[in-house]
């Protein structure tokens, strides 16, 4: 999914980075008031391991990349898609200066379908699921985010003219349909884990289990 330079036109990249900035910003603003001792070493091991998932990628016909993203994991965890916007915009960041994973002019369209989409549709479809059932609301929103995600990037590759929308949405849609389905199965399994031997680091399910 990762969106290499030249693959998008220079205005295109532009409005994408204006976007991507504004909740750039705001992720930050998020992370001063919310961030302390005791949740900074959990930030710092899901970067890591959502580094690592990213890396794993799978080449796609008609497209980019495929691979597992984990924004919407960070969003439940944290309670905030905010949280998510800010681990992933930083895991990109490291890819692209230091591995060549995803371009520096574009990667606020990077920023924009890894962090923003993954995590504010995970965090959403969560929120809407989390009193049926925490493991299906979990895998929902793994499932929906990195799917979404791709369809956006698939559009945005037809609107630069650098793929056919039909082979774009076809391809990163199936390739990502299934890779969704790992994404959901790892969310749902790491966060019905910590719900049942730490479900004080999971804050929003803090207020499932209160309002229960």
């Given at each position: 999914m990762h969106i290499p330079d030249g693959f998008?036109?220079?205005?295109?990249?532009?409005?994408?980075?204006?976007?991507?900035?504004?909740?750039?910003?705001?992720?930050?603003k998020w992370a001063s008031k919310e961030l302390d001792e005791k949740s900074v070493p959990l930030f710092g091991v899901l970067g890591a391991g959502i580094f690592a998932i990213m890396s794993m990628n799978v080449p796609i016909p008609w497209g980019t990349s495929g691979h597992m993203v984990g924004?919407?994991?960070?969003?439940?965890?944290?309670?905030?898609?905010?949280?998510?916007?800010l681990l992933i915009t930083l895991v990109l960041i490291v890819q692209g200066l230091f591995f060549a994973d995803g371009g520096l002019v574009v990667m606020g369209a990077n920023i924009f379908n890894m962090g923003i989409i993954t995590?504010?549709?995970?965090?959403?479809?969560?929120?809407?699921?989390k009193n049926v059932s925490i493991p299906v609301a979990a895998f929902a929103a793994g499932w929906t985010g990195v799917f979404l995600?791709?369809?956006?990037?698939?559009?945005e590759?037809?609107?630069?003219?650098?793929?056919?929308?039909?082979?774009?949405l076809?391809?990163?849609?199936?390739?990502?349909?299934?890779?969704?389905?790992?994404?959901?199965?790892?969310?749902a399994?790491?966060?019905?884990?910590?719900?049942?031997v730490r479900p004080d680091l999971i804050k929003g399910l803090n207020k499932v289990i209160s309002n229960g």
């Amino acid at each position: 999914m990762h969106i290499p330079d030249g693959f998008l036109p220079l205005w295109e990249s532009a409005i994408f980075w204006l976007i991507s900035l504004v909740f750039v910003a705001r992720s930050i603003k998020w992370a001063s008031k919310e961030l302390d001792e005791k949740s900074v070493p959990l930030f710092g091991v899901l970067g890591a391991g959502i580094f690592a998932i990213m890396s794993m990628n799978v080449p796609i016909p008609w497209g980019t990349s495929g691979h597992m993203v984990g924004g919407p994991l960070v969003s439940i965890i944290f309670d905030s898609p905010w949280a998510g916007v800010l681990l992933i915009t930083l895991v990109l960041i490291v890819q692209g200066l230091f591995f060549a994973d995803g371009g520096l002019v574009v990667m606020g369209a990077n920023i924009f379908n890894m962090g923003i989409i993954t995590s504010f549709v995970g965090y959403y479809v969560f929120k809407m699921l989390k009193n049926v059932s925490i493991p299906v609301a979990a895998f929902a929103a793994g499932w929906t985010g990195v799917f979404l995600a791709a369809i956006a990037c698939a559009i945005e590759l037809a609107i630069a003219g650098t793929f056919p929308l039909d082979k774009g949405l076809m391809y990163m849609g199936l390739y990502h349909a299934v890779i969704g389905i790992i994404e959901g199965v790892i969310t749902a399994v790491v966060v019905s884990y910590l719900s049942s031997v730490r479900p004080d680091l999971i804050k929003g399910l803090n207020k499932v289990i209160s309002n229960g």
